[in-house]
């Protein structure tokens, strides 16, 4: 649809593609108004026939857990979570094991800025400064955003199959070394036009790579690496960091690259390469793996303080004394 207008003079040229988006909200309502609420809530609540009614429709008839166990685990949990004197209040996200955790969901989200999206998230000025025509960088933009989709519905069935950490660590690692191919063509082979192009043709890479790991996997580590009596609240401070950093990266982008200004052009992907280095060696020593975890075993290894690179190798029986629920596998 962008494309059709892209070339329009017309008021049409920017209404219809505007007009079109007020499509979306109404699907997403009926989904939402039909959304059943969470399990997790009720039984906080005592109301145990919802949080069961709640679990039926959540789950598939060929679960293999009923949902009285469910509920079972569910307030067994809780308990964990209330020996740990785990709180409920912002303050609390701050405190003992859950600062930890809140280190963890924060920079989790804020590394989706920091490993370069400002420049491969919205590349069209980018790619007119790395000169391409505004006609082809448009073009190199939306045949990124297409592989950006195939890399979202790719990555679902790639978390189920390598985890949380590899996907993130491995993904980090990737988007580091497609900047930094991208600013040493920008720097050895100057502006001309199959430089351009091959920097055109590295930053739809880094959009495959981005949405194949860092872009989804991040929400499902946000959700959880938090504590569940905090959940709400933690996931509002990581994406406050998120937001945060945002800020930061979409002020600073267009004054880099800009001939105006720092005319960086190409060599700009130096600059997001080395933040997403740092972040890189974060996830790779503090992230942790949450594949095939409850929230029950997550709860017990963070109290334990496990070493983020040691959660996948661990065993963790919930009904043991304190103190020997994790052994080594």
């Known amino acids: 649809m962008l494309q059709a207008f892209a070339e329009g003079t017309d008021e049409r040229a920017y209404r219809i593609p505007f007009a079109i988006q007020w499509i979306f909200p109404l699907p997403i309502f009926a989904i939402i108004w039909f959304c059943p609420e969470s399990p997790w809530w009720l039984v906080r609540k005592g109301r145990m026939d919802e949080a069961r009614q709640a679990i039926r429709n959540l ?155 860092v872009g989804p996997v991040c929400y499902a580590i946000i959700s959880e690496m938090s504590a569940v009596r905090l959940r709400n609240k933690s996931v509002c401070i990581s994406r406050i960091a998120y937001y945060l950093s945002q800020i930061v990266g979409n002020v600073i982008q267009p004054y880099m690259i800009n001939p105006n200004a720092g005319n960086w052009q190409g060599k700009t992907a130096f600059f997001w390469a080395g933040t997403c280095l740092v972040f890189f060696l974060w996830a790779f020593f503090r992230l942790p793996e949450s594949k095939d975890r409850s929230y029950e075993q997550l709860d017990i290894l963070f109290n334990e303080h496990v070493g983020a690179r040691q959660f996948a190798k661990m065993n963790v029986d919930a009904y043991a004394p304190r103190g020997e629920r994790v052994k080594v596998a």
Request: proline residues 3%; hydrophobic residues 45%.
């Open 59 to 213: 789950t598939s008839k060929n679960s293999p857990a009923t949902a009285d166990e469910t509920i079972a685990l569910i307030q067994h949990t809780i308990r964990i979570e209330e020996e740990s004197e785990t709180g409920t209040s912002y303050l609390d996200c701050f405190k003992g094991v859950d600062l930890r955790r809140t280190e963890i969901i924060c920079m989790t989200f804020a590394a989706q800025v920091w490993c370069g999206s400002p420049l491969g998230g919205a590349p069209v000025y980018f790619f007119v400064n790395a000169g391409l025509s505004p006609s082809n960088a448009f073009k190199f933009n939306v045949g990124g955003l297409g592989l950006a989709s195939i890399g979202t519905i790719a990555s679902w069935a790639l978390l189920s199959r390598f985890g949380r950490r590899t996907l993130y660590v491995y993904g980090l690692g990737l988007l580091a070394a497609t900047l930094l191919t991208t600013g040493a063509v920008a720097a050895g082979a100057g502006t001309g036009s199959t430089s351009s192009y091959i920097q055109a043709a590295f930053v739809v890479l880094w959009l495959l790579c981005y949405y194949l790991t």
